[in-house]
């Protein structure tokens, strides 16, 4: 649990206080007590890369799906936890400041 979530081939990365919990666990078929980043897995088990579109309140994340080889990075609409990247040297970096 946690902000760190290793599910088989989805990790993620989180900095989430999802807003929609019990909501979200009852379209998802899960658990509301699913900490936020393993919800986040889960949404994106569901809906793929439109899973942002299904959550409610301050978040930002990265989501690797080994499988596919795709990684996706969200934040909330309203920019409540920030989400930077750049990429250096072949890498791309992230977190939730610059520098």
């Avoid at 499988?67 to 920019?79: E, F, I, K, T, W």
């Avoid at 409540?80 to 939730?96: S, T, V």
């Amino acid at each position: 649990g946690g902000p760190v979530m290793l599910d088989g081939d989805i990790t993620v990365v989180a900095d989430a206080r999802l807003a929609n919990r019990a909501g979200l666990a009852a379209r998802l078929g899960t658990p509301a007590s699913l900490p936020d980043a393993a919800a986040i897995a889960a949404a994106y088990r569901r809906w793929g890369s439109e899973c942002a579109a299904h959550l409610e309140g301050a978040y930002a994340f990265a989501l690797w799906d080994a499988r596919a080889r795709r990684l996706v990075c969200a934040r909330d609409v309203a920019g409540i936890r920030p989400l930077c990247y750049r990429i250096e040297d072949g890498a791309l970096r992230f977190a939730q400041s610059p520098g």
